[in-house]
């Protein structure tokens, strides 16, 4: 999945809205692109951007058309979740382009996203390796049944953060820990935390670790 047109995407998430919040874009040094779960929405994510938010960042929701990005669990064969997958991954990479129109470099651009929307990010970040302001993915890992023996690609030290419940009954602790693998391999610089008996959703130290990621896309 890249941005470029000849490898498009059209599928069933294109021409949903985008929402944002924060600093508009045209006056924004930083963006954040925000990923949903399933079943939620773009603006119940931009409700997160609200806890995180610093001058001069904006936010960007990609909205996922029936409020699902894919149909079955991230750990079914990748093509049991097509055309959802990749037509979520273009979504992102719409977001991000959006951003970069607007003369904000990649490298300050982080993705945030929750179950669903962690998965989908991960997976964009995976498939699309260079270097970005960050991932935080809160409760999901890559998708597939498999994951590759090999990511090829550089992240080139890109903060990664993957934070889930040592429990979470859509997770299993193992993909956590694969998915912190491959983007070590990646050259990301990873910080991985499981949480005793959290359930699925986000604690208040994930807020804090996302708080800070953000706040660093507009530090010099």
Do not use: K
């Amino acid at each position: 999945m890249s941005t470029g047109s000849d490898d498009r995407v059209d599928g069933p998430h294109q021409g949903q809205p985008l929402r944002t919040a924060g600093t508009p874009l045209d006056e924004a040094e930083a963006a954040v692109v925000l990923t949903h779960g399933r079943g939620a929405t773009a603006q119940g994510m931009l409700q997160m951007a609200d806890e995180v938010h610093r001058e001069s960042v904006a936010f960007l929701a990609p909205q996922a058309a029936r409020r699902t990005w894919y149909p079955n669990s991230f750990l079914a064969p990748v093509a049991d979740n097509e055309p959802g997958r990749s037509s979520g991954l273009q979504a992102i990479s719409d977001a991000i382009a959006e951003a970069d129109d607007a003369g904000i470099p990649t490298e300050r651009v982080m993705l945030i996203g929750f179950s669903q929307g962690a998965c989908l990010a991960s997976e964009f970040l995976a498939r699309n390796p260079r270097r970005y302001g960050g991932l935080a993915a809160l409760s999901g890992g890559l998708i597939g049944e498999d994951l590759d023996d090999e990511y090829p690609g550089d992240l080139e030290g890109t903060p990664v953060f993957l934070g889930c419940s040592d429990v979470d009954p859509h997770i299993p602790e193992e993909r956590v820990h694969d998915t912190a693998d491959a983007f070590e391999s990646m050259d990301a610089d990873v910080t991985e935390r499981l949480y005793e008996g959290m359930g699925h959703g986000i604690n208040e130290d994930e807020m804090a670790v996302v708080s800070e990621m953000v706040a660093a896309l507009v530090e010099d």
